[in-house]
């Protein structure tokens, strides 16, 4: 299980791209939505479309790995989704905020949790901004929540500068090698 | 300060010329001992010789990491020898059993510590076999402890199978490259 958080304008999509389009063997893990289908997505690919009825009920279920409401739409990990990739043996990646980081640290306490960081704080503001279609209310607001989701970075195992998205990438298959070797997983595999 | 420890058989010190000679920059630590240097060995560079007084008073000072006993003879690793390459920021390699793992360890609680592994236990027979001076009791003897020592390997970070030397390297260097990415690292440098 390999978690990668970053703040927003840290270039997390490109990297998760990069990630998985590279010999990694990463299993992507779909999220569930209650949002609507845009016309290019793909059931089962970009999301798992579900009424929020259904979101509902299967959260009272407890079929989440971990959920949250963003802007009035729920999305969130189905343990369906994650276990039938864990159980193949494959190491699948979830791309998720720092509190559903938390949440899936609880269920998955062995999972290698990766948090993106950018270059500079000036790098950050000036990806923001680069958008060019945020008024100046939204651009400070998001930089201040980009700084609050920073300060937590302690809480992850490693952070990776996304600098160079090459460089950014082999440290990533560096730290899943890594992970393979350690001591504690390679003692648990041999006991069954 | 990255650690490494092995049981007799495995091909440790092969291994631990492979990592010093490749572009990892790691920089070896030159163990004290008292017993005579051999007329192919550099003071300062296979070790520093010291008399017996002279490491007594040594240990007594408090300038070791670690100090054992090994057929009667006294061998150590220098303080002054880590903190030396520490200082430089240079990664340290120590090449050390288990009990000295241990201590350095507590003074090292941030080191790196990796156990090498033999791909197998019929392969480590083999290879203590292999050395074909040894009598059966003396061989029994090393298997002994060296089973010993490998039931050790949970106290350690990481495990890395001593196979193919290559890929124990990358392995390595993986390693290597893996903890430097540790959000618990970046925040103690960034901090100062």
């Known amino acids: 299980m390999?978690?990668?958080?970053?703040p927003s304008g840290v270039g997390k999509s490109s990297f998760v791209q990069e990630l998985l389009g590279a010999d990694l063997d990463l299993k992507y893990s779909v999220s569930a939505t209650t949002r609507a289908r845009r016309a290019h997505e793909k059931e089962g690919v970009d999301y798992f479309y579900l009424s929020r009825e259904e979101f509902r009920r299967r959260v009272e279920a407890g079929e989440f790995v971990e959920w949250a409401e963003v802007h009035g739409e729920l999305y969130g990990t189905l343990r369906s989704e994650t276990e039938r990739w864990l159980k193949a043996r494959k190491n699948v990646l979830l791309d998720i905020d720092v509190q559903g980081g938390r949440a899936v640290r609880k269920v998955y306490p062995d999972g290698?949790?990766?948090?993106?960081?950018?270059?500079?704080?000036a790098s950050l503001e000036e990806r923001l901004r680069g958008r060019g279609t945020d008024s100046e209310e939204r651009i400070r607001l998001r930089l201040e929540n980009a700084l609050r989701e920073i300060a937590l970075v302690g809480e992850y195992d490693y952070a990776v500068v996304n600098d160079d998205l090459k460089t950014a990438y082999r440290q990533v298959a560096s730290i899943i090698a890594?992970?393979?070797?350690?001591a504690?997983?390679?003692l648990k595999s041999a006991l069954g």
């Open 178 to 182: 890594a992970e393979t070797c350690r």
């Open 2 to 6: 390999v978690v990668v958080s970053g």
């Open 184 to 186: 504690s997983r390679r």
């Open 112 to 121: 290698v949790f990766i948090f993106v960081l950018p270059p500079s704080l």
